[in-house]
Nanobody, 125 residues
Framework: VQLQASGGGLVQAGGSLRLSCAASGRTFSGYTIGWFRQAPGKVREFVAAIRWNSRYTYYADSVKGRFTISRENAKNTVYLQMNSLKPEDTAVYYC???????????????????WGQGTLVTVSS
């Protein structure tokens, strides 16, 4: 599985960005695609995830109501729409793919076996 994240950039607080994660290399039935982020000096943390073949989505409490994860199966692409951005959202954002994840593992980075290269999001105050 190959993942390519894009869409990061510099935005002012309160602004919006949309990240994309283009997936290739196999069919993704049964997969979960997750977004994680890592700020300087901090551990990688879960942001959001979506099941490839169902309507189920998952969000970290810190982004609920501001971020929306979606997918476009025909393009093998998952999006993360980020609104009302805050300076504390500044981080490198990674997308990841995991096969047949159970609910209790969706938020865990080590449950995912394929990772994209990351895209930097910087939110200025």
């Amino acid at each position: 599985v190959q993942l390519q994240a894009s869409g990061g950039g510099l935005v002012q607080a309160g602004g919006s960005l949309r990240l994309s994660c283009a997936a290739s290399g196999r069919t993704f039935s049964g997969y979960t695609i997750g977004w994680f982020r890592q700020a300087p000096g901090k551990v990688r943390e879960f942001v959001a995830a979506i099941r490839w073949n169902s309507r189920y989505t998952y969000y970290a409490d810190s982004v609920k109501g501001r971020f929306t994860i979606s997918r476009e199966n025909a393009k093998n692409t998952v999006y993360l729409q980020m609104n009302s951005l805050k300076p504390e959202d500044t981080a490198v954002y990674y997308c990841a793919a995991g096969d047949r994840l159970i609910v209790s593992t969706v938020t865990r980075p080590n449950a995912y076996d394929s990772w994209g290269q990351g895209t930097l999001v910087t939110v200025s105050s």
